[in-house]
């Protein structure tokens, strides 16, 4: 085609060199824009890359629940989304119901109006209540409401400094080829001037629709409603997304609102077979069927579709912006099937299997970690070769910090390190689900127990850290929880062989599909929108990874920290020997982990002593380079770079040092700015010891200990699935306990609430507390 342009270009007067190089680059850059026919956007995250949309707004989006009237606050939302998106420089165009709604409101007014003036007129007051208002005709309605519309509509944009322009078509524009061509003409040059053109049906004179007549072959699709109207424009003018917004979800399995119903996230051009279809919206002609019917024309066109909610109040103000986005919101269509499940079918899997897993004998469960365990040290080198791989790649790309690199790396004696906490927590799963904390005998053969019990299913999100999965796979195995695992890309071919000898250690009792390995597209923000499968969110990584998931995950509790803001505090009784051994563990032994010490608070009369001076050779000596807070740099006259803020987690060889005049004054300084992660004191003063340890509130508090131990490794939990500084569920380093939650058992014989009176209980119960068995011996008879 190019060539073909060139040659033509050959009979015209000869160009300058100028002229020529314009032509090709204009001609170049149209043809890499150029998107190939029948070539539609395979997955949600390539929809960011779409430059011309098409927006259909249904009948139920943009009316009122009356039906007479439009929804003008929804209607507004969804203005300013196409007006962001087209000042992002996207072509935006709209397609529209909405006239009829708008005409009948305003016949309406009319006629009540006309009839109370003829009324008041001749037959008096009293007659009023009995007007009645006649049928309106659709057609009169849409040539009345048609201009209102319209007029609202560029009101709406001209707040944005978006143009607008009205377009009415009917079925016959298409079928007649010049029509068609000077649409498409008109429609182009609109899109140039960035103006926004809202097309819509001429429904004043557009005929009655056919029944049964949608699609007529291949290439030509009857415009019978907007549906079929918006996915005819947007292959007409090679659009590279369709937005149809109605008022149902998505595409369901089966008619929305039924028991079993389940969105679909993804649709394929051969699974139309295999789903059933409800009822009409409550207002326009279409409905879900021709919604697809349409969609599946215009993406075998080439233009991809997405079909989604536009009424729910909770997500109209952003269900466009998040789609272009490419998150999960609404069904997709795509011509491309992954080869796995859907992330939603590997919870559904997960959690079944989970539930087998919780069933299992204690020693079985055992056995699984202890097999992986086994196989961790049988396959070291293939692990260690996958690894190899990762580690190279990270380097080659060049995106990740020396910190970063270091957990990506795999060693001989990291393996062997994992191998050995994965026993201990085999050890550990001897006795953690089903263990009896509580036995109540309420009254003759009456027990009430409260036994501990798996939480469900767990989602772990991880970064560069691969020997995070085993770890996270054996704790969920011990505690009996299914396990979801979203694994950073970076370490993509270690996860992968771990993840396969996980599943060949849970083979060996039935339950593989217990621990599930995310693989396809899926954002996070997504997967924290799945509150109805998943229990519990895990995030293993970087402060912003954390703070993403806590803010995406809005219906699923988080267990974590955003930070590690850890400190250490050398009081005036400290001991030389043990202050600079603490410290130099606390921040140079791993300063990229989250127990790093990042401040450390210097009591006022250690400075100018030997203590002071051998604390900052020891700092110089490690490279750690210092950040003076306020009160330190007013003592020096020449003091290191100033704190730019009291509340940082550097995550490398550097620290803040502050200045405290007393131990109640570094208790409010880490209340003010920690993050209630690890906290430690340096003192041989018992007395000031205790009483830090009982006044700072964070997840781990130490006397002379580095701030390295706040680890599960190092409590004896064998290994732990993060650090919490939550105040409810579980606190610090999070090992299998945590991931346990209980619940209550009831043995009877036949009782019923009636046998109990609020007196009648509380005498069984005091009968029971005063002749029965204590808590411990109920323990120790059990």
């Not at 709209?94 to 009829?100: D, E, F, N, Q, Y």
């Not at 053969?445 to 999100?461: A, M, S, W, Y």
């Not at 032994?589 to 010490?597: F, K, L, R, T, V």
Request: glycine fraction near 6%; charged fraction near 20%; charge should be negative.
């Amino acid at each position: 085609m190019l060539l073909q342009r060139l040659n033509l270009c050959s009979t015209t007067p000869p160009l300058s060199q100028r002229h020529i190089s314009r032509l090709l680059t204009r001609l170049l850059r149209q043809a890499s824009q150029s998107r190939v026919q029948g070539s539609s956007l395979a997955h949600r995250g390539e929809l960011r890359q779409a430059k011309r949309i098409v927006v259909k707004l249904g009948s139920a989006v943009v009316t009122r629940g009356d039906e007479c009237g439009l929804a003008l606050g929804r209607l507004a939302s969804i203005v300013e989304q196409v007006a962001m998106l087209q000042n992002q420089g996207k072509e935006m165009m709209i397609v529209t119901s909405g006239a009829v709604a708008f005409g009948k409101q305003r016949l309406r007014h009319e006629i009540l109006l006309s009839q109370s003036v003829r009324q008041a007129l001749h037959s008096g007051q009293s007659q009023l209540k009995d007007m009645s208002l006649p049928v309106l005709e659709a057609r009169a309605c849409a040539a009345a409401g048609q201009s209102g519309l319209m007029a609202l509509y560029e009101a709406m944009f001209t707040q944005y400094s978006t143009c607008t322009a009205q377009v009415l078509v009917t079925n016959l524009d298409f079928h007649d080829d010049e029509k068609r061509q000077n649409l498409r003409s008109t429609l182009q040059e609109l899109l140039r001037m960035n103006i926004v053109p809202i097309i819509n049906t001429n429904d004043a004179v557009v005929p009655p629709p056919e029944p049964n007549c949608d699609l007529h072959g291949v290439n030509v699709i009857s415009i019978k409603d907007n549906d079929s109207l918006a996915a005819r424009l947007a292959v007409e003018m090679n659009a590279d997304l369709l937005i149809a917004l109605s008022d149902v979800e998505g595409l369901y399995n089966s008619p929305p609102g039924t028991d079993d119903a389940k969105l679909i996230d993804i649709f394929y051009p051969g699974d139309q077979q295999s789903i059933t279809y409800g009822t009409k919206s409550r207002v326009g002609i279409g409905g879900m069927e021709a919604k697809v019917k349409a969609a599946l024309w215009a993406l075998q066109s080439g233009t991809s579709v997405v079909i989604a909610n536009g009424t729910n109040p909770k997500v109209t103000g952003h269900v466009i912006t998040d789609i272009v986005e490419g998150k999960k919101v609404g069904t997709f269509f795509s011509e491309i099937k992954p080869a796995g499940p859907s992330v939603e079918d590997q919870t559904e899997m997960a959690r079944n299997s989970g539930r087998s897993l919780a069933s299992l004998q204690p020693e079985q469960r055992s056995e699984i970690i202890c097999h992986l365990a086994d196989l961790l040290t049988e396959r070291k080198e293939g692990i260690l070769a996958a690894n190899k791989m990762d580690m190279e790649l990270a380097a080659s790309a060049g995106h990740l910090s020396p910190a970063m690199l270091k957990r990506l790396s795999l060693s001989p004696a990291k393996i062997n390190s994992l191998a050995v906490g994965l026993r201990q927590i085999a050890v550990a799963a001897q006795d953690s689900v089903g263990r009896v904390l509580r036995r109540t005998r309420v009254a003759n053969n009456l027990e009430l127990k409260q036994i501990t019990v798996p939480i469900g299913v767990l989602l772990v999100i991880f970064e560069a850290r691969p020997d995070c999965l085993p770890q996270v796979s054996s704790l969920a195995i011990a505690s009996g929880n299914a396990l979801l695992l979203k694994g950073g890309k970076e370490a993509a071919n270690t996860n992968r062989v771990l993840h396969q000898l996980t599943q060949e250690a849970l083979s060996m009792h039935g339950v593989s599909e217990a621990v599930q390995m995310v693989s396809t597209r899926e954002e996070v923000e997504d997967l924290c929108r799945l509150d109805k499968m998943i229990d519990l969110i895990i995030p293993r990584g970087s402060s912003q990874l954390v703070r993403e998931i806590q803010r995406a995950a809005k219906g699923v509790p988080v267990l974590g920290h955003s930070e590690g803001i850890c400190h250490v505090y050398v009081d005036v009784d400290a001991s030389i020997d043990k202050v600079i051994k603490i410290v130099r563990d606390s921040k140079c032994d791993y300063p990229a982990a989250c127990n790093a010490m990042e401040t450390l608070l210097i009591h006022r009369d250690i400075l100018r002593t030997p203590l002071f001076d051998q604390i900052i050779d020891m700092l110089r000596t490690e490279r750690v380079k210092i950040h003076a807070g306020p009160r330190f740099a007013s003592y020096l006259t020449f003091s290191p770079s100033e704190a730019s803020s009291l509340r940082t987690e550097y995550g490398d060889l550097e620290c803040c040092m502050e200045v405290v005049d007393s131990m109640p004054e570094a208790v409010e300084h880490i209340h003010k700015y920690g993050s209630s992660h690890t906290d430690v004191i340096i003192t041989e003063n018992e007395e000031t010891a205790e009483q830090f340890l009982q006044q700072v509130d964070s997840a781990c508090v130490f006397w002379n200990a580095s701030s390295r131990f706040a680890d599960g490794y190092r409590f004896g939990l064998g290994a732990e699935v993060g650090i919490s500084t939550a105040r409810i569920h579980a606190r610090g380093p999070v090992g299998l306990e945590g991931l346990l939650t209980t619940k209550w058992v009831l043995r009877g014989d036949g009782h019923t609430a009636a046998d109990f009176s609020e007196h009648g209980t509380m005498k069984f119960l005091h009968e029971n507390l005063h002749v029965g068995q204590t808590l411990a011996e109920q323990r120790d008879s059990s």
